[in-house]
Protein backbone atom coordinates (compact mmCIF):
# COMPACT_ATOMS: atom_id res chain seq x y z
CA UNK A 1 0.00 0.00 0.00
CA UNK A 2 0.87 3.67 -0.32
CA UNK A 3 1.05 6.13 1.86
CA UNK A 4 1.95 9.55 2.50
CA UNK A 5 2.16 11.06 6.05
CA UNK A 6 2.77 14.39 6.53
CA UNK A 7 3.73 16.68 9.68
CA UNK A 8 5.40 20.28 10.24
CA UNK A 9 2.47 21.95 10.48
CA UNK A 10 1.95 24.86 13.18
CA UNK A 11 0.72 27.96 14.54
CA UNK A 12 3.21 30.94 13.28
CA UNK A 13 3.73 34.32 13.43
CA UNK A 14 3.31 36.20 9.71
CA UNK A 15 7.54 35.90 8.97
CA UNK A 16 8.52 32.60 10.35
CA UNK A 17 8.97 29.67 8.89
CA UNK A 18 7.98 26.21 8.78
CA UNK A 19 9.30 23.06 7.27
CA UNK A 20 6.77 20.55 6.56
CA UNK A 21 7.86 16.73 6.05
CA UNK A 22 5.85 13.70 4.03
CA UNK A 23 7.33 10.51 4.39
CA UNK A 24 6.23 8.12 1.33
CA UNK A 25 5.80 4.42 1.70
CA UNK A 26 4.73 2.11 -1.26
CA UNK A 27 6.39 4.38 -3.74
CA UNK A 28 10.20 5.59 -4.19
CA UNK A 29 10.18 9.59 -4.68
CA UNK A 30 13.20 9.43 -6.66
CA UNK A 31 11.22 8.38 -9.66
CA UNK A 32 8.24 9.87 -8.97
CA UNK A 33 6.41 13.23 -9.44
CA UNK A 34 5.90 14.51 -5.29
CA UNK A 35 4.27 17.72 -5.17
CA UNK A 36 3.00 20.04 -2.14
CA UNK A 37 -0.59 21.34 -2.06
CA UNK A 38 -2.68 23.47 -0.06
CA UNK A 39 -6.33 24.26 0.53
CA UNK A 40 -7.62 27.18 2.58
CA UNK A 41 -10.75 27.31 3.95
CA UNK A 42 -13.34 28.42 1.18
CA UNK A 43 -11.21 27.98 -1.68
CA UNK A 44 -10.11 25.19 -3.85
CA UNK A 45 -6.59 23.34 -3.41
CA UNK A 46 -3.85 24.61 -5.18
CA UNK A 47 -0.52 23.07 -5.86
CA UNK A 48 1.88 24.96 -4.33
CA UNK A 49 5.49 23.22 -5.75
CA UNK A 50 6.51 19.86 -6.93
CA UNK A 51 9.71 18.23 -7.81
CA UNK A 52 10.16 15.68 -10.67
CA UNK A 53 12.42 12.74 -10.98
CA UNK A 54 15.32 14.73 -12.25
CA UNK A 55 15.21 16.91 -9.67
CA UNK A 56 13.38 19.93 -11.43
CA UNK A 57 11.34 21.87 -9.11
CA UNK A 58 8.71 24.33 -9.78
CA UNK A 59 6.12 26.98 -7.66
CA UNK A 60 3.12 28.36 -7.46
CA UNK A 61 3.81 32.14 -8.09
CA UNK A 62 2.28 33.50 -5.06
CA UNK A 63 5.24 30.84 -2.75
CA UNK A 64 8.36 31.67 -5.49
CA UNK A 65 11.18 33.05 -3.66
CA UNK A 66 9.47 31.79 0.04
CA UNK A 67 9.34 28.18 -0.55
CA UNK A 68 11.73 25.50 -1.47
CA UNK A 69 10.85 21.89 -2.17
CA UNK A 70 12.98 19.26 -1.40
CA UNK A 71 13.65 15.90 -1.13
CA UNK A 72 16.05 12.78 0.98
CA UNK A 73 15.82 10.23 -1.07
CA UNK A 74 17.51 8.18 1.59
CA UNK A 75 14.56 8.86 3.83
CA UNK A 76 12.40 8.56 1.41
CA UNK A 77 10.68 12.09 2.49
CA UNK A 78 10.12 15.38 0.53
CA UNK A 79 9.82 18.51 2.52
CA UNK A 80 8.47 22.27 1.86
CA UNK A 81 10.54 24.77 3.39
CA UNK A 82 8.27 27.82 3.82
CA UNK A 83 10.29 31.32 4.64
CA UNK A 84 8.40 34.90 5.50
CA UNK A 85 5.08 32.81 6.20
CA UNK A 86 1.98 35.55 4.88
CA UNK A 87 -1.49 35.10 6.55
CA UNK A 88 -2.78 34.24 3.35
CA UNK A 89 -0.63 31.19 3.51
CA UNK A 90 -2.78 29.54 6.17
CA UNK A 91 -4.29 26.61 5.20
CA UNK A 92 -4.04 22.48 4.78
CA UNK A 93 -1.15 21.51 3.27
CA UNK A 94 -1.35 18.33 1.34
CA UNK A 95 1.26 15.61 -0.38
CA UNK A 96 0.70 14.13 -3.33
CA UNK A 97 2.22 11.82 -5.80
CA UNK A 98 -0.21 10.93 -8.56
CA UNK A 99 -3.88 10.02 -7.29
CA UNK A 100 -2.16 9.58 -3.84
CA UNK A 101 -3.26 12.32 -1.13
CA UNK A 102 -1.52 12.02 2.35
CA UNK A 103 -3.98 13.31 5.24
CA UNK A 104 -2.74 16.66 5.45
CA UNK A 105 -1.34 18.99 8.16
CA UNK A 106 -2.33 22.71 8.73
CA UNK A 107 -0.39 25.51 8.73
CA UNK A 108 -1.85 28.62 10.74
CA UNK A 109 -0.15 31.96 10.06
CA UNK A 110 -1.60 34.67 12.34
CA UNK A 111 -0.60 36.99 15.14
Known amino acids: QVHLVESGGDLVQPGGSLRLSCVASGIIIRINVMGWYRQAPGKERELVAR???????SYADSVKGRFTISRDTAKNTVYLQMNTLKLEDTAVYYC?????WGQGTLVTVSS
Open 96 to 100: NCGSI
Open 51 to 57: IVSGGFT
